[in-house]
């Protein structure tokens, strides 16, 4: 018949492989869940850059000279008939002295 004792070491030593395997069954499972949220923050950061990315092009196509140059306001502007230039000896905005 077995001893106590060896009854005793042996539930002792199933207890602690029964936690070390709960142990590694949560680490695991918690190291799945980051790595399915990374994989969504990562789809997330791609869309959001290719987003941006169109942004960038609608500004600089809404910058651009071709455009300007065919807005309606751009259009009603007259061209100036005889332009007069004026120089100015002392600036506009000077010191006391």
Request: aromatic share 4%; charged share 20%; net charge negative.
């Amino acid at each position: 018949m077995v001893s106590q004792s060896t009854v005793l070491l042996m539930v002792s030593i199933g207890a602690l492989i029964l936690g070390l395997a709960l142990l590694i069954l949560f680490h695991e499972n918690a190291t799945a869940t980051k790595g399915y949220e990374l994989r969504g923050l990562e789809r997330e950061r791609s869309m959001l850059l290719l987003e941006q990315e169109v942004l960038n092009m609608q500004i600089a196509e809404a910058q651009s000279l071709n455009h300007l140059q065919q807005e309606q306001q751009i259009h009603t502007m007259s061209v100036a008939t005889k332009p007069r230039y004026i120089t100015v000896e002392k600036p506009l905005t000077s010191l006391p002295e």
